[in-house]
């Protein structure tokens, strides 16, 4: 029976949490869309997730773009079909790789600095003061944050997968001998808007995911600096892992057939 007890005491709390998340979002969302706004809060923060995230993100998409025209090249030279490296390339950046890895490096890097500054806060009652002010901590903390997280994600995967398809056409004429007008014939043939939509979809979806999972866990940390390490731990783990559910969820909405 103390097994089945832990069983249902896990599952419970389980459910407490889901229930607090819930209630947390749909209250952030009504501030989001109710005066009045903060037009330079969101400002900074769109500063900050946006262009500070440029160098990260830019990064990862080049290299990533250029490894995945790589492998791409090795294995489909089994099958002699290397003219298909271009198409891969330009789809799977635009799909999967621009959104998902861009969502990741900016949750470890947004999530993480969210949770940090809102935990902060908490544990050192600057929120409990804003309140004392009759100032809603959830329209001056959190609604910044989620609107810039929500608009400056889809820029950061637009960018992300420019300088994706530009890495791969970098690797398949400098490195692979791929003719430069054929390459870039190859990847706008078959790219569709579709698959530019998808990405910047999934890409909105991470940005507001991110930024709720950090000012969740930042609002709700307790303990002093332990809390708050707790908080940016549970920031982006949690940010990671709803990153990778959603973008299944979503790839099967646009793409199931």
């Known amino acids: 029976m103390s097994f089945l007890a832990a069983v249902g005491r896990t599952f419970l709390n389980f459910l407490a949490g889901v229930g607090r998340l819930v209630i947390f979002t749909a209250v952030a969302l009504s501030h989001c869309v109710r005066p009045p706004f903060y037009p330079r809060l ?8 946006g262009y500070y995230s440029l160098p990260v993100v830019g990064l990862t998409a ?29 789809l799977s950046v635009t799909r999967e790789l621009g959104p998902v890895l861009g969502g990741l490096m900016v949750a470890g890097r947004i999530g993480a600095a969210m949770a940090a500054e809102i935990g902060t806060m908490r544990v050192t ?15 001056y903390l959190v609604a910044p944050r989620l609107l810039a997280g929500l608009v400056m994600l889809p820029c950061l995967v637009v960018v992300a997968d ?38 910047l979809v999934k890409a909105a979806v991470f ?15 307790r303990g002093g600096a332990q809390g708050v390490g707790a908080a940016t731990t549970n920031a982006v783990v949690s940010a990671s892992i709803l990153i ?8 099967e909405l646009f793409f199931a057939r």
Not at 169 to 195: I, M, R
């Open 42 to 49: 969101i400002g900074r923060q769109i500063i900050d997730i």
């Open 62 to 90: 080049l290299f990533t773009g250029m490894v995945l025209a790589l492998q791409s090249f090795t294995g489909f030279a089994r099958f002699n079909a290397e003219s298909a490296v271009a198409t891969v390339v330009v």
């Open 125 to 139: 009652e600057q929120i409990d003061a804003l309140t004392a002010l009759s100032t809603s901590p959830m329209k």
């Open 162 to 199: 420019l300088i994706g398809v530009f890495g791969g056409f970098l690797v398949g004429v400098y490195k692979l001998d791929f003719n430069a007008a054929s390459y870039l014939s190859s990847s706008w043939q078959y790219l569709e808007t579709v698959d530019v939509v998808s990405g």
């Open 207 to 221: 940005g507001f995911l991110i930024a709720l999972m950090g000012c969740y866990h930042g609002y709700h940390s």
């Open 244 to 251: 990778l559910i959603f973008n299944y969820g979503i790839t």
